[in-house]
Nanobody
């Protein structure tokens, strides 16, 4: 499976963005999908994850109530809605897939990764 992340950009604090992760080569419905982010000089951290059918979601405490993950398996795409953005959300955002059934929050649990899309939030 190949993953293409898009939708990043530069916004002011309080703004919103919607990131997309488009899959090709295999149906994204076969996978749990996670979003991760990596700020300059820091490790890759879990942001949100969604189960295969989209019934279960999981979020990092730092984004709960502000970010929302969803998926449209018919479009082979997973989304991450970013609301009320803060400067500390500035990072490269990556989507990744795991062919097991539970949402993991460790990057090493994921099998395939897309390229990053940059999000910059100014104060």
């Amino acid at each position: 499976v190949q993953l293409q992340a898009s939708g990043g950009g530069s916004v002011q604090a309080g703004g919103s963005l919607r990131l997309s992760c488009a899959a090709s080569g295999r149906a994204v419905s076969n996978y749990v999908v996670g979003w991760f982010r990596q700020a300059p000089g820091k490790g890759r951290e879990f942001v949100a994850g969604i189960s295969r059918a989209g019934i279960t979601t999981k979020y990092a405490d730092s984004v709960k109530g502000r970010f929302s993950i969803s998926r449209d398996n018919a479009k082979n795409t997973v989304y991450l809605q970013l609301n009320n953005l803060k400067p500390e959300d500035t990072a490269d955002y990556y989507c990744a897939v795991d062919d097991l059934y539970t949402i993991k929050d460790r990057p090493q649990e994921y099998d395939y990764w897309g390229q990053g899309t940059q999000v910059t939030v100014s104060s």
